[in-house]
């Protein structure tokens, strides 16, 4: 699977982004798409993860009521939309997918996920 993403950019506080990650290659193979962030000096953490065909999403407590994940799967995308931007949101942003076989359990933890896109800038500004 080979993961694209875009969307990022450089925003004022309060203001939305919406992050696209298009997938191709192994698509049927595909479980459940998560988001992470990494700001710089820290750890990759988790933000957001949703089923490929179906599921209820999950969301990190710091992003949750702002941040919305959906799927496009007629275009093998999907989507994080942030609103309510915060300085402390600034960070690479990227995708993953878990292929079948994974565990759902496992969302939130970047050892559950197979392939990896690039990252995307997201710069929020005070």
């Known amino acids: 699977v080979q993961l694209q993403a875009s969307g990022g950019g450089l925003v004022q506080a309060g203001a939305s982004l919406r992050l696209a990650c298009t997938a191709s290659?192994?698509?049927?193979?595909?479980?459940?798409m998560g988001w992470f962030r990494q700001a710089p000096g820290k750890e990759r953490e988790f933000v957001a993860a949703?089923?490929?065909?179906?599921?209820?999403?999950y969301y990190a407590d710091s992003v949750k009521g702002r941040f919305t994940i959906s799927r496009e799967n007629a275009k093998n995308t999907v989507y994080l939309l942030m609103n309510s931007l915060k300085p402390e949101d600034t960070a690479d942003y990227y995708c993953?997918?878990?292929?079948?076989?994974?565990?759902?359990?496992?969302?939130?933890?970047?050892?559950?996920?197979?392939?990896w896109g690039q990252g995307t800038l997201v710069t929020v500004s005070s």
């Open positions: 993953a997918t878990a292929q079948n076989g994974r565990r759902w359990a496992g969302r939130d933890e970047t050892d559950e996920y197979d392939y």
């Open positions: 290659g192994r698509i049927p193979s595909i479980y459940y």
């Open positions: 949703a089923g490929w065909s179906a599921g209820v999403p």
